[in-house]
C-alpha cells in the first residue's frame, strides 16, 4: 500500500467535535452524544453495526454501601463477519472528566498542539482509528481480512461492564490493536504493563456515646488504622509492587464511637504471581487480625492483569517497526506503569499492540494535549500496518 490518503482537515474536524462533548465516565448523557456521533463516524465503514447494552457496574461507596451504576452502550462495529482472518481494534469513549469537571474545552495553544480533555486519551486514538481503517479499506487486498471495533464506555474505570463482550470478541482475532495514546510525546509504544488491583476495605465495629458509653464502643476507625499499617509494611516486600492506601473515611458524629470505616487501595504488580502473593498477604492480615466484635471485608473492585508481551506480540510489534522504518519513522517500546484494556486481551495468546493511539502527554490532567502532527502519522501507521496485516503478515504471528 504506497499511497494512503488521509483527509487532515476531516481528522480535525471529528478531533474537535468529539472532545467537545463531555463524556465523562458516569456522564450518561454525553455518552449518549458521543456513542451517537461514533455510530455516524464508522457506519459507512462498516457491514454491522450495534449498540451493546451493558450491565451494570457495582461497586462499594465510601460510606461502605454496594452501589450500582448504569454504564450505558458499547458500539460494536463488524467489517466481513464471514471472515475467519480477523482482528480487533478497541478504545474507549469514555473519558477521566466528569461534567463538573472544570477541564471541558479545547485551547489550541500553538501551530501543533491542542489543549483539551481526551484529545489524547481518547478521542484523537478514536480518530486515528476511524482513519486508518477508511484508507485501509482502499487498499486491494482489504477483502482478506476482517475487522471488529469495539469502542467502550467505562475504560477509565476498570472496565467492569464491557470486559466479558471485549473478550468475547477477541477471541476470534489473532491481533488486537489498542488505541491508546503514546506513552511519551514521541511516540514510545508500551511494552509490558503493570497489573492493578483496586480492592476495598470496610469494617465495622460498634456505636456508642463518646461520653456515657465509651468502654461499650467498638471503634472502626482504629481497627482499620491496625489493618492498613499492616497493608502499608508490605510496600518494599516485592520488586516494583506498590499498594497506596489512597482514600479513607469513617465515622458520624464526634460524640460517636464509630462502627463504620473504609478505605480504598491501589496495588500495582509487576509480575502475573505477584497477584497471588498479595491476595495470600491480605489473607493473613485478615487472619491476623480478627477480632471479637469487629468485623473486617475485603472486595476488590477491579482487577486489571499484569501485561507481559509474549512471542506474537513481539513479532507484531517487529513487523510494525520494520513497517515504520520503510516510513522514515523509529519506533522503540518500553514498560510502562498505568494499564488499559491491552492488560486483559493479553492475558490470551494474541499479538495485543496497545498504543497506537496519538502522540500527547499530561493525561489526566488540565494540561491534557495532542501533538497534531501525529494524527497522520498514526494513523497512516495503522494503515500500513492493517494492510501488511492482510497480505499476509497475520500469518507471521504466531
Ligand atoms: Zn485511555
Request: aromatic share 6%; charged share 20%.
Amino acid at each position: 500500500m504506497e499511497h494512503v490518503n488521509i483527509d487532515y482537515a476531516a481528522m480535525l474536524q471529528d478531533l474537535n467535535e468529539w472532545c467537545a462533548i463531555n463524556s465523562g465516565s458516569t456522564n450518561l448523557i454525553g455518552m449518549a452524544q458521543m456513542h451517537q456521533r461514533l455510530f455516524e463516524a464508522f457506519k459507512p465503514l462498516s457491514d454491522n453495526i450495534e449498540s451493546i447494552p451493558l450491565p451494570d457496574v457495582t461497586s462499594i461507596s465510601m460510606t461502605g454501601e454496594l452501589t450500582s451504576q448504569a454504564a450505558g452502550h458499547a458500539l460494536l462495529i463488524r467489517k466481513r463477519p464471514h471472515l475467519k482472518r480477523r482482528i480487533l481494534l478497541s478504545g474507549h469513549m469514555d473519558t477521566v472528566f466528569g461534567v463538573e469537571h472544570p477541564f471541558q474545552t479545547l485551547q489550541q495553544l500553538d501551530d501543533n498542539i491542542i489543549n483539551g480533555p481526551g484529545v489524547a486519551d481518547m478521542k484523537g486514538g478514536l480518530v486515528v482509528m476511524r482513519h486508518a481503517l477508511q484508507a485501509f479499506e482502499q487498499s486491494t487486498h482489504a477483502h482478506t481480512l476482517g475487522w471488529d471495533v469495539i469502542i467502550s464506555t467505562d475504560e477509565e474505570i476498570g472496565s467492569n461492564a464491557s470486559n466479558s463482550l471485549l473478550m468475547n470478541i477477541a477471541k476470534s482475532a489473532r491481533a488486537a490493536l489498542v488505541y491508546e495514546p503514546a506513552i511519551t510525546p514521541d511516540g514510545r509504544f508500551a511494552k509490558n504493563r503493570k497489573g492493578d488491583l483496586k480492592v476495598t476495605l470496610v469494617t465495622t465495629g460498634l456505636a456508642a456515646h463518646s461520653g456515657r458509653d465509651f468502654d461499650k464502643g467498638r471503634n472502626a476507625i482504629c481497627y482499620l488504622a491496625d489493618i492498613i499499617m499492616s497493608i502499608q509494611a508490605l510496600n518494599g516486600q516485592r520488586e516494583g509492587l506498590t499498594l497506596n492506601i489512597g482514600k479513607i473515611a469513617g465515622g458520624t458524629a464526634l460524640n460517636i464511637v464509630p462502627d463504620k470505616a473504609v478505605a480504598q487501595l491501589d496495588i500495582r504488580l509487576l509480575y502475573p504471581e505477584d497477584e497471588v502473593w498479595v491476595r495470600e498477604q491480605l489473607n493473613i492480615i485478615q487472619q491476623q487480625h480478627q477480632k471479637t466484635g469487629y468485623s473486617l471485608s475485603v472486595t476488590h473492585r477491579y482487577d486489571r492483569p499484569v501485561k507481559r508481551v509474549n512471542k506474537p506480540t513481539e513479532q507484531l510489534f517487529t513487523r510494525l517497526q520494520t513497517l515504520a522504518q520503510s516510513h522514515q519513522l523509529q519506533l522503540t517500546w518500553e514498560d510502562c506503569g498505568g494499564c488499559c484494556d491491552g492488560n486483559n486481551l493479553a492475558q490470551l495468546d494474541i499479538a495485543v499492540l496497545d498504543s497506537l493511539g496519538v502522540r500527547g502527554g499530561n493525561i489526566h490532567t488540565s494540561a491534557e494535549y495532542i501533538l497534531l502532527d501525529s494524527l497522520i502519522e498514526r494513523a497512516k501507521l495503522s494503515a500500513y500496518l492493517l494492510d501488511d496485516l492482510a497480505r499476509g503478515g497475520l500469518e507471521t504471528i504466531y
